[in-house]
């Protein structure tokens, strides 16, 4: 497996993937409003904190290619820069980080995402194993429950113990491990509206115009002039083959998703949550 992910990384130039922005800016700010991904804070132990958007990423502003090449780029950050920052500060090797799923908006018409949402999965599980601590999986509609249900016994114990799925948006859970400055903004309130995404609210860690994504984006427009590379288009990276137990897992999750289609009335349901 490690010497695939280096053929892999050698393959596809991800050691040169920060010298290679999404340009122009206006395509990588309709990424970032499709692609729900950000770095809210840390946990009490330095433990970086990364929310996604499930629910409302719809990866429908640009082609695959820009979807993995800005996934791959957050994982090299994370990897190269956030860990050995918060290693050198907290005197202590960190290694992996903590995810918060927003289920919020999750309806059978994710389905039209599985195949990109797939590659994305198998990128990390075959290149970025580990990496991931705890899942923590919030604002889940009855969609994610069904589907958790037939997908739960299918998970290596490991990966299960993983997992936690909250009551509502987890606040109370989740501030038990981190402050309230590093909760994801979808998580710091209940009710109707909470989990709303807005490109230009300055807390939502999933926008541009956040820290996080204006500090990376500033690095790598950065690192393209000093390699004199900043050129318009996507790069092209090979997706690996997906692990055999994956595939099935997938395939679970696409039966399920049919099965509750038909039940809500096919198309009249595809949109219900």
Not at 101 to 119: C, E, F, P, Y
Not at 165 to 188: A, N, T, W
Request: net charge negative; charged share 25%; proline share 5%.
């Amino acid at each position: 497996m490690l010497v695939e992910s280096l053929n892999w990384r050698i393959q596809n130039e991800i050691d040169s993937i920060l010298e290679k922005p999404i340009i122009p800016v206006d395509l990588y700010r309709s990424i970032r409003d499709t692609q729900l991904v950000g770095l809210s804070g840390y946990s009490k132990e330095g433990i970086p904190v990364l929310a996604v958007g499930v629910g409302l990423s719809t990866y429908d502003k640009a082609s695959v290619n820009y979807y993995v090449q800005s996934h791959i780029q957050i994982n090299e950050y994370r990897d190269r820069f956030i860990l050995p920052m918060v290693t050198k500060k907290y005197g202590r090797p960190i290694t992996t980080c903590i995810k918060v799923l927003d289920m919020t908006g999750l309806k059978l018409s994710a389905l039209n995402q599985m195949k990109i949402v797939t590659a994305i999965s198998t990128v990390d599980d075959l290149n970025y194993p580990e990496k991931t601590e705890t899942y923590y999986i919030v604002n889940a509609p009855y969609i994610f429950s069904a589907c958790w249900k037939v997908v739960k016994p299918l998970l290596q114990e490991r990966t299960r113990k993983k997992v936690h799925v909250l009551r509502g948006c987890g606040k109370d859970e989740l501030l038990k491990i981190m402050d309230y400055s590093s909760l994801p903004h979808f998580c710091r309130r209940e009710g109707s509206g909470a989990s709303k995404h807005s490109s230009s609210d300055p807390d939502d860690c999933f926008s541009l115009d956040h820290p996080f994504h204006q500090e990376l984006y500033n690095f790598i427009q950065e690192q393209a002039l000093n390699m004199e590379l900043i050129k318009q288009g996507s790069m092209h990276v090979n997706i690996p083959d997906q692990d055999p137990e994956d595939a099935k897992i997938v395939g679970v999750i696409e039966a399920e998703f049919h099965k509750l289609s038909v039940q809500n009335g096919s198309t009249n349901g595809a949109d219900k949550e």
